[in-house]
């Protein structure tokens, strides 16, 4: 794998610590929580009983999607019992429509949690055969990419909804 920057990349030193950190959008004194505000009704592509998923706003990778969790907890920590058990099928269910898609290496999922408070995993496909992105390297690659057209963007959700509704 590589990175999609010409060498030599040179290393810095880290920033100064941020204690105690911002609060994160969904957090008191925040920024107001999107999964729970109406807006992210727009890029709603599937839902059932705990889970909601989402197209991305921007994306040089089209057939990416965000799943989020109807109800408002951070992570794994505070998942309810009744999410939890119903997490490792959704996330097989959408990794497969994912999949569906065509022309896709592997699906990878990331669970980063720095943004917002509300529960929320990305399931990011790499194309086939482009090993030059495989593992973390791929969110790099997909920072440097063309972006996709909303179409594309559209037209990828739209499969994968309806892989979701005949899984
Ligand atoms: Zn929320």
């Given at each position: 794998m590589t990175l999609p920057y010409a060498e030599p990349l040179t290393v810095i030193d880290p920033a100064e610590l941020v204690i105690p950190e911002p609060p994160r959008r969904g957090e008191e004194g925040g920024e107001p929580c999107f999964p729970c505000s109406a807006g992210s009704d727009s890029n709603l592509?599937?839902?059932?009983?705990?889970?909601?998923?989402?197209?991305?706003g921007r994306t040089g990778l089209p057939g990416s999607v965000w799943?989020?969790?109807?109800?408002?907890?951070?992570?794994?920590a505070d998942m309810p019992a009744e999410v939890a058990s119903t997490f490792?099928?959704?996330?097989?269910?959408?990794?497969?429509?994912?999949?569906?898609?065509?022309?896709?290496?592997?699906?990878?999922?990331?669970?980063w949690g720095d943004g917002g408070a509300h529960f929320h995993v990305w399931?990011?496909?790499?194309?086939?055969?482009?090993?030059?992105?495989?593992?973390?390297?791929?969110?790099?690659?997909?920072?440097?990419?063309?972006?996709?057209?909303?179409?594309?963007?559209?037209?990828?959700?739209?499969?994968?909804?309806?892989?979701?509704?005949?899984?």
């Open positions: 592509i599937w839902s059932d009983q705990h889970w909601t998923l989402h197209n991305p799943l989020a969790s109807r109800a408002h907890f951070d992570s794994f490792a099928e959704v996330c097989g269910c959408v990794e497969r429509a994912v999949l569906s898609l065509g022309d896709v290496g592997r699906v990878h999922l990331y669970r399931f990011v496909p790499r194309p086939l055969g482009r090993l030059d992105m495989s593992g973390a390297y791929l969110m790099a690659w997909e920072d440097a990419l063309e972006p996709a057209t909303e179409e594309q963007i559209a037209g990828a959700g739209r499969k994968i909804a309806t892989a979701m509704k005949h899984r």
